[in-house]
């Protein structure tokens, strides 16, 4: 998204200042010196963004949310701890503690990074003229930063890729799916962003597709075993190749990554459980390498085979009639959907082993089960009521005619 000009980026409006949010007014949040008239000596202790200490500021009204959001992923980034410590980082190690400050560490947000500003990671700047934001900004904040991949899904904006029936035609906005505790946690520390039940389920709108439910017979059949998303989601989506980071001669840090590419692959769940029990779930490739850190020292992730490149993914772009679910054969026996081995660099094949699909799933699958629809009225019962509504009908009928006869009998 385009840069805020610098103007727009630091402007308080007037609707800010007589509002809740500044009772404390600016030294109250932000720190600094009052009762002086020199720039700097008022500007000492200034903090930038104040509401990175949650509970001191959002939690003076704020206590239950200020507390719960220090398990976010959103702020506390253990998902990148998780992996990148899975993959050997020594987190003691202060390459590794520069290296993630520089380059991992832009993805953290706070509190005033979603309701007040733009975050970091887009360069930030007031949204709205530092009012707080009840509801955060969902171009301006969401947006921001799942912008490359997940907006550009949610919206079709994939060149020759059908966007979300739910964006396309419904206009939902992130947080009519996602719960609040998406984004401010719930008190549960997660490992990462797929630890635990899925924030989203299909069949808490759709309930009319779940087993036991549905009478359509592909439902009954893959329930528990593929997810929704492998023939929902309506085509291809990013897959990112080949990070590598470093600092420039300016001292700026820097990231350049492979062109992307638009990729639909099929693979294992490495992530099967009772919350996620499906055999099949969609994946996407990563651009982290083996030598992402390198410009910080060498051999930096030492076991990086242990965590797959192709990883379990969500994409956004969700259709309810797709290429791979027009008939059987669309899926069946199509290898070209699924992640195999050729598909995987020779190099990252050990790291991707969980998810690779070794076999093929062939259109000569089954038998299945059989599928008993929901209850319904026996067709005999609709047949013997055809039947008595005709000798009702025809008893009135003949009725009428008798009485019509009589009548005229009478009149003659």
């Known amino acids: 998204m385009p840069p805020l000009e610098a103007w727009e980026k630091v402007l308080v409006g007037d609707e800010f200042l007589v509002s809740v949010h500044n009772s404390q007014n600016c030294i109250g949040c932000h720190g600094g010196v009052e009762g002086v008239d020199d720039k ?16 001191r500021v959002c939690g003076v009204c704020h206590a239950e949310t200020s507390q719960l959001v ?4 959103h702020q506390n980034l253990t998902g990148y701890h998780t992996m990148l410590t899975a993959r050997g980082a020594d ?13 991992c560490n832009t993805c953290h947000t706070t509190c005033g990074q979603c309701h007040v500003s733009r975050p970091n990671f887009t360069f930030g700047g007031l949204i709205a003229d530092h009012k707080v934001k009840e509801i955060a900004s969902m171009k301006d904040t969401c947006m921001a930063c799942h912008g490359a991949r997940v907006s550009n899904e949610y919206q079709g904006k994939n060149e020759g890729v059908e966007g979300s029936v739910h964006w396309l035609q419904e206009g939902m906005a992130c947080f009519d799916c996602h719960q609040t505790s998406d984004y401010h946690g719930d008190g549960t520390e997660y490992a990462h962003r797929y630890d635990g039940a899925p924030g989203v389920n299909c069949l808490d709108c759709h309930s009319e597709v779940a087993p036991g439910q549905t009478t359509i017979e592909e439902h009954t059949i893959h329930a528990g075993k593929v997810a929704c998303n492998v023939c929902h989601v309506s085509g291809e989506y990013k897959s990112c190749y080949n990070c590598h980071v470093g600092v ?17 692959k099929i693979g294992r769940n490495p992530y099967k459980s009772e919350d996620r029990p499906w055999d099949y779930v969609l994946v996407r490739h990563i651009p982290v390498t083996p030598d992402i850190f390198d410009f910080y020292g060498d ?5 990086f085979e242990n965590v797959s490149t192709w990883k379990y993914a969500t994409p956004h772009n969700i259709q309810r009639n797709t290429p791979q679910n027009q008939s059987c054969d669309s899926c069946h026996g199509n290898a070209a959907l699924f992640l195999t081995a050729d598909d995987v660099a ?13 076999e093929i799933p ?17 067709q005999w019962i609709w047949l013997l009521g055809g039947v008595l509504g005709l000798i009702v009908v025809g008893g009135v009928v003949a009725g009428v005619i008798v009485i019509v006869v009589r009548r005229r009998a009478k009149g003659s």
């Open 248 to 264: 420039d001669e300016k001292g700026i840090p820097y990231y350049k990554t492979d062109e992307s590419k638009l990729t639909f």
């Open 362 to 378: 062939p259109t000569s699958w089954g038998p299945y089960p059989e599928i008993k629809p929901t209850p319904a009225t026996p």
């Open 299 to 303: 051999d930096l992730l030492p076991t």
């Open 40 to 55: 700097d000596a008022a500007h000492e202790g200034v903090v930038r963004d104040p509401l990175a200490d949650s509970e």
């Open 91 to 103: 987190f003691s190690d202060p390459r590794v503690e520069t290296a993630f400050d520089n380059h």
């Open 70 to 73: 220090t398990t976010s992923l």
């Open 346 to 358: 020779p190099a990252e094949r050990e790291a991707n082993a969980a998810v690779i699909v070794d």
